[in-house]
C-alpha cells in the first residue's frame, strides 16, 4: 500500500540551530503535502504545506521543499526555540484527494536552551 | 469562526460495546475526515466524507463506520470493540474545492476500551 517514510523518528538540537526532517513518499499521484506539529495532549496543528507545482515554500523561520521526481520534502526550522519542541507529521495525499492523508510516524523535536 | 469540535473528549468503555463519536466541522466545510492516531501505528485514515457521501476509505474493519449529516457534522461508530481500537480518534475538516483546502483538526476524543 501507500505509505510515507518520515525520518529520523527523535531529533534535539540546541536552541538557535536549524532542524530538518525528511520524507518520502510512494504515491506518484500525491499532489499536497502539508506538515503538522502536535504539542502533548493537543491537537495537530498545521504549520506549513505544499503543493506539487512548487518547489518551496517559506514562513518566516520555517521552509518546506519538495523533490517530486525523488518523492521526497522536506521540513526546516531555523534559529529554533524551546517552544518549537513538539512532534512533527508530514503527511501526502493518496491519489490526489486532498480528503485523504497519509502520515508519517512523526518526529519528535527537542530542541534544549 | 468557531474550530473543529468532538464530543464526547473522552469515554471509557468494555469490549464488545459500541460508541458512536460525534464532529462538527468548521462552519462552511464540507468535508469531515476521520483518524486513528495510536502511539504504535501514529495517524491512520479511516474515512472522508463529503456532501453527505463517503469519498474516501481507508484500511479499517467494517466495525469502523461513518456518516454525515446535511449540516456537515459527521459521525463515526466503532461496533464490537476490541482492546485494540483504544486511541485518539480526531477528525479533521475542510472546504475542498477552494486552492487552500487544509485540513483542520478538533480535539479528538480519547477512547479507552477496558
Known amino acids: 500500500g501507500e505509505n510515507v517514510e518520515q525520518h529520523p523518528s527523535t531529533l534535539s538540537v540546541q536552541e538557535g540551530d536549524s532542524a530538518v526532517i525528511k520524507c518520502t513518499y510512494s504515491d506518484s499521484a500525491s499532489n499536497y503535502f502539508p506538515w503538522y506539529k502536535q504539542e502533548l495532549g493537543k491537537r495537530p496543528q498545521l504549520i506549513i504545506d505544499i503543493r506539487s507545482n512548487v518547489g518551496e515554500k517559506k514562513d518566516q523561520r520555517i521552509a518546506v521543499t519538495l523533490n517530486k521526481t525523488a518523492k521526497h520534502f522536506s521540513l526546516h526550522i531555523t534559529e529554533t526555540q524551546p517552544e518549537d519542541s513538539a512532534v512533527y507529521f508530514c503527511?501526502?495525499?493518496?491519489?490526489?484527494?486532498?480528503?485523504?492523508?497519509?502520515f508519517g510516524k512523526g518526529t519528535k523535536l527537542s530542541v534544549k536552551p | 469562526k468557531a474550530g473543529v469540535t468532538q464530543t464526547p473528549r473522552y469515554l471509557i468503555k468494555t469490549r464488545g460495546q459500541q460508541v458512536t463519536l460525534s464532529c462538527s466541522p468548521i462552519?462552511?466545510?464540507?468535508?469531515v475526515s476521520w483518524y486513528q492516531q495510536t502511539p504504535g501505528q501514529g495517524l491512520q485514515f479511516l474515512f472522508e466524507y463529503f456532501s453527505e457521501t463517503q469519498r474516501n476509505k481507508g484500511n479499517f474493519p467494517g466495525r469502523f463506520s461513518g456518516r454525515q449529516f446535511s449540516n456537515s457534522r459527521s459521525e463515526m461508530n466503532v461496533s464490537t470493540l476490541e482492546l485494540g481500537d483504544s486511541a485518539l480518534y480526531l477528525c479533521?475538516?475542510?472546504?475542498?474545492?477552494?486552492?487552500?483546502?487544509?485540513?483542520?483538526f478538533g480535539p479528538g476524543t480519547r477512547l479507552t476500551v477496558l
Open positions: 462552519s462552511g466545510h464540507r468535508s
Open positions: 503527511a501526502a495525499s493518496i491519489g490526489g484527494s486532498q480528503g485523504n492523508l497519509i
Open positions: 479533521a475538516s475542510s472546504f475542498p474545492g477552494q486552492r487552500t483546502d487544509t485540513q483542520y
